[in-house]
Structure formats: C-alpha cells, structure tokens
Nanobody, 115 residues
Framework: QVQLVESGGGLVQPGGSLRLSCEAS????????MAWYRQRPANARELIATMTKSASTDYADSVKGRFTISRDNAKNTLYLRMDSLTPDDTATYYC?????????WGQGTQVTVSS
C-alpha cells in the first residue's frame, strides 16, 4: 500500500504564500500522474494541478498563474507552491498518485486564508 503524506498547510493572510508537500512511500516514477486536489467547504473535491511522469503540468483556471506544481524525485516528494492566496483558496488540499489500475490519496492538509 502506497502512503502519501501531505504537510505544509496552515493559516495564512490574504496575499500570502504557502508550499505544500506530499511525500510518497515509493518512487514518483512509479506513477503516470501526480496531482493536487482541493475540497472547499460545501464543495466537491476539485482537481487543481497535475504533473505527468514526463513533467508536463496543467492547472485549473482558478489557480493558473498563482500555483506551481513541482517534484523532487530524489525525495519522492511532490510540491504545490501557492502564491497570492485569497479566502477562496481556503480548503483541504489532497495529493493523489495514479497509474492505470491503481490510485492513492493522501490524508489532506488544511489551508485557511484569513486576516
């Protein structure tokens, strides 16, 4: 069973930045795609950023230009750099790793944007 452990969430003021981390228990090369999702209060979980094995990235319109997905293969860790945060970014953020036939979620990390 693959373990994904997110960290880096917390309380930040509007306009601030955070970097989330997602450490995997095995090499990221074992997955076709790594992704970040978020679930805002009273909303469904939404896909916000993806990175393929070849390092191709894609973003939801709501975060494009403000969030950056990256990874450190040596550390088996996926990152999400979040800049220019607004209260609308308040959510639980989840990491996901998947390949054909298997998919894993992390437990989530809470991000609260408030003054």
């Amino acid at each position: 069973q693959v373990q994904l452990v997110e960290s880096g969430g917390g309380l930040v003021q509007p306009g601030g930045s955070l970097r989330l981390s997602c450490e995997a228990s095995e090499s990221l090369f074992g997955f076709t795609t790594m992704a970040w999702y978020r679930q805002r209060p009273a909303n469904a979980r939404e896909l916000i950023a993806t990175m393929t094995k070849s390092a191709s990235t894609d973003y939801a319109d709501s975060v494009k230009g403000r969030f950056t997905i990256s990874r450190d293969n040596a550390k088996n860790t996926l990152y999400l750099r979040m800049d220019s945060l607004t209260p609308d970014d308040t959510a639980t953020y989840y990491c996901r790793a998947f390949s054909p036939g298997r998919a894993y979620w992390g437990q989530g990390t809470q991000v609260t944007v408030s003054s």
